[in-house]
């Protein structure tokens, strides 16, 4: 029924997160029918977007990519932050969620996934030498471990505990106050500087 | 905290139908991170969205291009569909969902828009000379109303009641089926089906 390069868009579309095939026709046919340019706009935008974008060197927050194709995000550049803070999440919207509470005045390291056997994600497919090796370069005191209060999440606290603490490195975890098998990305800011502040000590002996 | 490019990628997106900006930086940032091309797939397809699909030049349906830069749809080219009975709908969205429903033989007209006082559409701002030529070149002797059962449908449909019944032309509109205040795109297919078999004449004496 509908031409070959609309039912491409439409699969391209259904790609996003939470998007399904309904909702990516209802985006592709809007995009078709408006008049002010929104699919041209939208197609330079994303054509720019791996060039101008990409992901922090050090931390893997997003960053904007430099003159020298270089890309250092905002947060690794602020020279008024404490690096001997590291703080570790599980993706970058949990890293925007925690920099919206105010709470969090060091730097962070953006694990990218977390272990998750049921996947078939161990502690290999962790960026776990990348991490020692900003320890170091840093001269990190304390690690703050933002993973979410899910099976996963916790799984991978406990692994970094102990990989952290016998590399003489203080280990908290954020206080509960986020609610279980909720989500960092969508908690409030109260609730998250709470949880910063109410960290407690972690021992995985 | 987020870099220009994505930020104006964010707000882009943000037009999408139902798109709020908290949905709008969750694509963009999965489309920053993810490995499989989608962002640069995303933006070759709309790049190509305006030269190969455009509206129906008869129906206003989704039509492919052709090379003589012409767009007719596949009901349009179907020979085998009865002109002379035409369903008239709102949107493209509700001409596909009747298309599901298999109980349409004949041609459509989508109007693009609904009589709606308030948003200061009147009668004027209907294409309704184009539907009278369609009426006229196609021999039509019988009008399905398939605006939505809702406010504005309900006024478009006797305003087309009143137009076109002058014009010797049988008007009918769907039946009851559709739930009122519903959406077209969103009735299942039998309700869509019993409500063009259940259609009644429509007065406007």
């Known amino acids: 029924m509908l031409p070959d390069a609309l039912l491409h868009l439409i699969e391209l579309l259904a790609r996003l997160p939470g998007v ?8 592709a046919l809007h995009l078709v029918s408006e008049k002010t340019g929104t699919a041209q706009a939208l197609s ?13 060197d050090r931390c893997g927050n997003i960053a904007e990519v430099d ?3 270089r890309a250092l ?11 001997s803070t590291l703080c570790i999440v599980a993706k970058v919207q949990d890293l925007l969620a ?14 990218g996934r977390l272990l998750s056997p049921l996947d078939g994600i161990g502690p290999d497919e962790l960026p776990l030498e990348r991490l020692f090796e ?3 370069e840093d001269g990190v005191r304390e690690v703050i471990v933002a993973t979410p209060p899910s099976v996963d999440g916790e799984a991978t606290a406990l692994l970094l505990a102990r990989e952290l603490t ?9 206080a509960s106050g986020v609610p279980h098998g909720g ?23």
């Open 44 to 56: 330079e935008s994303l054509k720019q977007l791996s060039e101008r974008v990409k992901s922090c």
């Open 73 to 83: 995000c905002v947060v690794c550049r602020d020279k008024r932050r404490d690096p």
């Open 134 to 136: 900003r320890l170091s």
């Open 183 to 205: 989500d960092l990305e969508f908690a409030d800011q109260i609730t998250l500087g709470r949880a910063i502040e109410g960290r407690r000590t972690l021992d995985s002996r």
């Open 166 to 174: 016998t590399r003489g490195v203080a280990v908290s975890r954020i």
């Open 20 to 27: 399904g095939e309904k909702t990516a026709q209802r985006f």
């Open 98 to 111: 925690i920099e919206r509470s105010g709470a969090m005045r060091g730097h962070y390291f953006v694990l």
């Open 67 to 69: 003159e020298q194709g």
